[in-house]
């Protein structure tokens, strides 16, 4: 199992249009490796894609069966040999229960977590007979409850579940499952949101609002690179016995206080 993850020349890395995915992706592109970036922002994956040697763009909405069984196909025709893939995709919302429509509880929960079902399913189909690793970017939200934070902290708790139970079922074919559980990282997740936003403009940069939200919570960020880093010890041969596994990288976040 081990030596087949550390040999794939074959990754597929979703969410790598920006942030995480990205980082991870760049991290992974070395050494000959074909990495496949998907993401449903087709733009920006095609200028992700460019900007790495090797990397194939895959458009995809992680939430599509169908799109993910046509993504399949795809990179089978193409002669992918994949050993390895990293659920990075997904979405973040700040509103409070009572101001937060179902519609909008689905919407982050199809994204966070039916991606992530859908990732496994395809994953495993993706490995055929052989072994391979998973690794999903979860949450330390996911242990720890944010108010107004909701839908988000929910998805990403499950996504913590079906890591265990994935890592359970798909022991036997040689698959390992982990999740890391970041806290806060600097990636344009952030820079979406309207109280970040209201941060920049009122301190005057980027960098500014990420200092005050530092201060305020007690915990540096991450940066997309830390977890790219982590990312790829869960696929090497180093992490042959970890599966159902969670990494938490966030300066203590968790831990309370
Ligand atoms: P990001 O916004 O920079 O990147 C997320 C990527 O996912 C984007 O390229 C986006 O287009 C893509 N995406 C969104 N919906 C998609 C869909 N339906 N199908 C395919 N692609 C889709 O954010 P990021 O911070 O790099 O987030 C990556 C992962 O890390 C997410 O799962 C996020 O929840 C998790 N995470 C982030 C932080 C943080 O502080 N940034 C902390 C903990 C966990």
Same mark, same amino acid.
């Given at each position: 199992?081990?030596?087949?993850?550390?040999?794939?020349?074959?990754?597929?890395?979703?969410?790598?249009?920006?942030? =995480?995915? %990205?980082?991870?992706? @760049?991290?992974?592109?070395?050494?000959?490796?074909?990495?496949?970036?998907?993401?449903? +922002?087709?733009?920006?994956?095609?200028? $992700?894609?460019?900007?790495?040697?090797?990397?194939?763009?895959?458009?995809?909405?992680?939430?599509?069966?169908?799109?993910?069984?046509?993504?399949?196909? #795809?990179?089978?025709?193409?002669?992918?040999?994949?050993?390895?893939?990293?659920?990075?995709?997904?979405?973040?919302?700040?509103?409070?229960?009572?101001?937060?429509?179902?519609?909008?509880?689905?919407? =982050?929960?199809?994204?966070?977590?039916?991606?992530?079902?859908?990732?496994?399913?395809?994953?495993?189909?993706?490995?055929?007979?052989?072994?391979?690793? =998973?690794?999903?970017?979860?949450?330390?939200?996911?242990?720890?409850?944010?108010?107004?934070?909701?839908?988000?902290?929910?998805?990403?708790?499950?996504?913590?579940?079906?890591?265990?139970?994935?890592?359970?079922?798909?022991?036997?074919?040689?698959?390992?499952?982990?999740?890391?559980?970041?806290?806060?990282?600097? #990636?344009?997740?952030?820079?979406?949101?309207?109280?970040?936003?209201?941060?920049?403009?009122?301190?005057?940069?980027? +960098?500014?609002?990420? @200092?005050?939200?530092?201060?305020?919570?007690?915990?540096? %960020?991450?940066?997309?690179?830390? =977890? $790219? $880093? #982590?990312?790829?010890?869960?696929?090497?041969? $180093?992490?042959?016995?970890?599966?159902?596994?969670?990494?938490?990288?966030?300066?203590? %976040?968790?831990?309370?206080?």
């Amino acid at each position: 199992m081990a030596s087949q993850n550390q040999t794939s020349k074959d990754i597929l890395v979703t969410g790598a249009a920006s942030g =995480i995915g %990205f980082a991870t992706a @760049r991290h992974l592109a070395t050494d000959g490796r074909r990495v496949w970036l998907a993401d449903i +922002d087709a733009a920006r994956l095609d200028a $992700a894609a460019q900007s790495l040697d090797g990397a194939v763009a895959v458009p995809l909405d992680v939430c599509d069966e169908a799109g993910w069984q046509a993504a399949v196909e #795809t990179m089978r025709n193409d002669g992918a040999n994949v050993r390895a893939v990293v659920h990075a995709a997904g979405i973040s919302a700040a509103a409070p229960i009572a101001e937060t429509s179902l519609s909008e509880w689905r919407r =982050i929960h199809a994204v966070n977590l039916d991606g992530a079902f859908l990732a496994i399913k395809f994953s495993a189909e993706l490995f055929c007979e052989g072994g391979g690793a =998973i690794v999903h970017i979860a949450s330390a939200s996911g242990m720890r409850p944010t108010a107004g934070a909701a839908a988000y902290c929910s998805s990403k708790a499950a996504v913590r579940m079906l890591t265990r139970v994935a890592a359970l079922e798909l022991k036997p074919r040689g698959i390992r499952v982990n999740c890391i559980c970041p806290g806060g990282v600097r #990636t344009p997740m952030w820079q979406s949101m309207d109280f970040f936003q209201a941060a920049v403009k009122r301190l005057g940069s980027v +960098d500014a609002a990420y @200092r005050e939200m530092e201060t305020q919570g007690g915990c540096r %960020f991450a940066t997309p690179e830390d =977890i $790219a $880093a #982590t990312v790829a010890f869960l696929l090497s041969d $180093a992490a042959k016995l970890m599966t159902g596994a969670e990494v938490v990288l966030d300066d203590g %976040f968790t831990l309370g206080g």
